[in-house]
């Protein structure tokens, strides 16, 4: 087994995870790249994708993420991510249902600013689902 690093994930909101981890695949703009211990320095923009989070026990975390950056460096990897929710706290069912509104909201907005508003929660719903592979 790879030797763990130290890793967060911050959002706005809050600390979502701060722990030694063995991996962190993580979606670029560049493409997907995963982090090991002691991988060289470096910073890159954060897609809408998922964060694969491998811990030192060997489970597996899974994180939406919605753009940001991810800093690579000798102290390990910090990931600040614009919105950040972890995949096991959504329920497909309540999920659907809030497209669909999202969907309605966009349909009946009654000027621009309101399509603006509905059209941006939309995406970044469909951004979630795209992330999920549904």
């Not at 991996?23 to 809408?48: C, Q, R, W």
């Not at 969907?103 to 309101?114: I, L």
């Amino acid at each position: 087994m790879a030797d763990p690093f130290p890793f967060e994930l911050v959002s706005p909101e809050r600390l979502l995870l701060s722990e030694s981890v063995v991996s962190v695949v993580v979606p670029g703009t560049d493409g997907e790249f995963t982090v090991l211990k002691d991988h060289a320095p470096f910073m890159a923009t954060i897609k809408p994708g998922c964060v694969v989070v491998t811990q030192v026990g060997g489970g597996v975390q899974k994180f939406f993420v919605r753009g940001g950056f991810a800093d690579v460096n000798g102290a390990g990897l910090t990931i600040l991510a614009e919105q950040a929710i972890p995949l096991e706290s959504l329920d497909p069912d309540a999920f659907a249902l809030e497209i669909r509104n999202a969907e309605e909201d966009v349909a009946d907005a009654r000027d621009d600013a309101q399509r603006i508003v509905a059209q941006t929660k939309l995406q970044q719903l469909q951004d979630i689902r795209e992330a999920l592979g549904h």
